[in-house]
């Protein structure tokens, strides 16, 4: 199948590692021009030679943007504007917000909360929107958890703002399918990148046992019985935001190896 992805302009926000890295690296083997960005220059430039070197494309360009704040983003978008003239496809990603119940988080966990993992998201959408209208329309997945169908325990705030992704991705759908601007939501369920190694071993260190047994135990709970793989995550995210998805909007998805059991 051609993705039709070859030469078309790509950000991917929170891209140095983990999930974003390997959506950008994905990309970038189709052939597109990628922009991968991040809050740490040096991560950047490395991911930027692994994947150039990985996937022989040269067309691969990083702008620092901390997805908190809304200057860096509307320069990350004049940015990769200035270097690949328009912004075909935008791949919404971010931190996780931090852990705790109710009873643990006060106002400021809140809007920070708030501020980075749905008003970024927001803010990305807004900053593309103009030059995908003046195209031929774009393609724009955001990345969630799996809590967008079954929330988790000691998570109110990801539980909270990544269902708030789901209303949003759901309502631009309907807005911007008139553009053919595609906009659709991915969960992950539990892959294998540095953030759930360290979910792991701060398990394993509260419940003195070893981050293999964390794991192991966490694998019993997913019918294929293993975690996934970043580059099994990025190969459905690049599928979404190719030409040869043409008629899928306003959906949302988990690739969890079958965890979620909710139907
Ligand atoms: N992996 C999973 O199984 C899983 C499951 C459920 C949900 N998720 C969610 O999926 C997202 C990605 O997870 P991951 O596993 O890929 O994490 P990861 O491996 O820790 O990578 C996180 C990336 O985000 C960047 N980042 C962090 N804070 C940022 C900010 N304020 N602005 C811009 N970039 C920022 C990091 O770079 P810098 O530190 O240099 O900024 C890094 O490139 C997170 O929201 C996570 O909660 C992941």
């Known amino acids: 199948m051609d993705l039709g992805l070859q030469d078309k302009s790509v950000i991917v926000?929170?891209?140095s590692k983990g999930l974003g890295k390997a959506s950008a690296l994905q990309f970038a083997a189709e052939g597109a021009k990628v922009m991968i960005s991040s809050r740490s220059e040096e991560e950047l430039q490395q991911t930027a030679e692994d994947i150039q070197a990985e996937t022989d494309?040269?067309?691969?360009?990083?702008?620092?943007?901390?997805m908190t704040?809304?200057?860096?983003?509307?320069?990350?978008?004049?940015?990769?504007?200035?270097?690949?003239?328009?912004?075909?496809?935008?791949?919404?990603?971010?931190d996780g917000p931090p852990a705790g119940t109710f009873d643990k988080v006060d106002d400021d966990?809140?809007?920070?909360?708030?501020?980075?993992?749905?008003?970024?998201f927001i803010r990305t959408t807004r900053a593309v929107l103009p030059y995908m209208r003046k195209g031929d329309g774009g393609r724009i997945i955001n990345l969630a958890s799996s809590s967008i169908q079954q929330p988790i325990d000691n998570l109110i705030l990801s539980n909270t703002f990544r269902t708030g992704i789901l209303g949003l991705s759901k309502s631009l759908s309907q807005e911007l399918a008139p553009d053919n601007i595609l906009v659709n939501t991915v969960g992950p369920g539990r892959?294998?990148?540095?953030r759930v190694a360290s979910l792991d071993q701060t398990k394993a260190e509260?419940?003195?046992?070893?981050?293999?047994?964390v794991r192991q135990d966490t694998e019993q709970n997913i019918p294929i019985g293993r975690y996934g793989q970043p580059d099994e995550f990025a190969k459905?995210?690049?599928?979404?935001?190719?030409?040869?998805?043409?008629?899928?909007?306003?959906q949302s998805f988990v690739v969890d190896g079958g965890m979620v059991k909710a139907i």
């Open 13 to 15: 926000t929170a891209s």
């Open 109 to 120: 966990d809140w809007q920070f909360a708030f501020e980075l993992n749905l008003l970024s």
């Open 206 to 213: 509260k419940l003195n046992i070893s981050p293999d047994e």
């Open 236 to 250: 459905i995210i690049t599928f979404l935001g190719s030409q040869a998805n043409t008629y899928l909007t306003g």
């Open 57 to 66: 494309n040269d067309h691969v360009a990083y702008t620092v943007c901390d």
């Open 69 to 94: 704040k809304a200057d860096d983003i509307q320069n990350l978008v004049d940015k990769t504007v200035e270097q690949y003239g328009t912004v075909d496809v935008l791949i919404n990603n971010t």
């Open 191 to 194: 892959i294998a990148t540095d």
